[in-house]
């Protein structure tokens, strides 16, 4: 099955400095990519996906890049705030994209004001 | 639209007691699943079900049963709680659709088992 690997689990930035957490996949036929974000006791809300057809999407200060022939895709954040604190985590589908999401094991980005 | 909803939102229960978290969804999504997220862990598939009166199982199905009878209500069930099912559980649901992949998630059912 799937295997999704994240970096760094943990990541502190400066207030307006920009953050960037990579993830790598093991599936070749996985082609759906998204990015949660999860505040304290809640849980994971979608920010960003991308698609195996597409090489970067942005939407306002958030991106994302794929690169399927190293499979890794990653998340940039630009110009952070306080708000953007928070655990982020990266998946990939399986392909076939009945059985779910795999998941890695998240990314706790700190803010620093 | 109310989204995805989860009852309980707590839930402390001795070893060997069984219980059902609940899951409802108003979208009318064909796929459901259930993950559940332990500390450094991520999220993990437990079950899934791609329509009424369809499941199988995800990454981590022991212990956990689930039932599909309509396609709002997707519940799970323990039906002996062990100290090693302490989590927080998380039901998501997505669209049946092709091509339509965008999971939208609970808000969480943090089970403590004693």
């Known amino acids: 099955g799937e295997n999704v690997e994240q970096h760094p689990s943990t990541l502190s930035v400066q207030e307006g400095d920009s953050a960037v957490i990579k993830c790598t996949y093991s599936?070749?036929?996985?082609?759906?990519f998204p990015w949660y974000k999860q505040e304290l006791g809640k849980g994971p809300q979608l920010i960003i996906d991308?698609?195996?057809?597409?090489g970067e999407k942005k939407d306002q200060r958030i991106a994302v890049t794929l690169n399927k022939t190293a499979k890794h895709f990653s998340l940039h954040i630009t110009e952070t705030q306080p708000e953007d604190s928070a655990v982020y985590f990266c998946?990939?589908?399986?392909?076939?994209?009945?059985?779910?999401?795999?998941f890695g094991k998240g990314t706790h980005l700190i803010i620093q004001p | 639209n109310a989204g995805v909803t989860q009852t309980p939102k707590f839930q402390v229960l001795k070893t060997g007691q069984s219980m059902t978290l609940q899951c409802a969804q108003d979208?009318?999504?064909?796929?459901m699943s259930w993950y559940r997220q332990d500390p450094g862990m991520g999220l993990r598939l437990i079950h899934y079900?791609?329509?009424?009166?369809?499941?199988d199982q995800g990454e981590v199905p022991n212990g956990y049963n689930v039932s599909r009878s309509t396609t709002e209500d997707f519940p799970l069930r323990l039906l002996s709680a062990a100290p090693s099912q302490t989590s927080v559980y998380f039901c998501?649901?997505?669209?049946?659709?092709?091509?339509?992949?965008?999971?939208?998630f609970g808000p969480g059912t943090r089970l403590t088992v004693l």
């Open positions: 998501a649901s997505r669209g049946g659709l092709a091509g339509t992949d965008t999971q939208y």
């Open positions: 599936d070749s036929a996985s082609n759906y």
């Open positions: 991308i698609r195996s057809n597409v």
């Open positions: 998946a990939a589908n399986s392909g076939g994209g009945a059985d779910g999401l795999t």
């Open positions: 979208m009318n999504h064909e796929y």
């Open positions: 079900s791609v329509g009424a009166g369809i499941t």
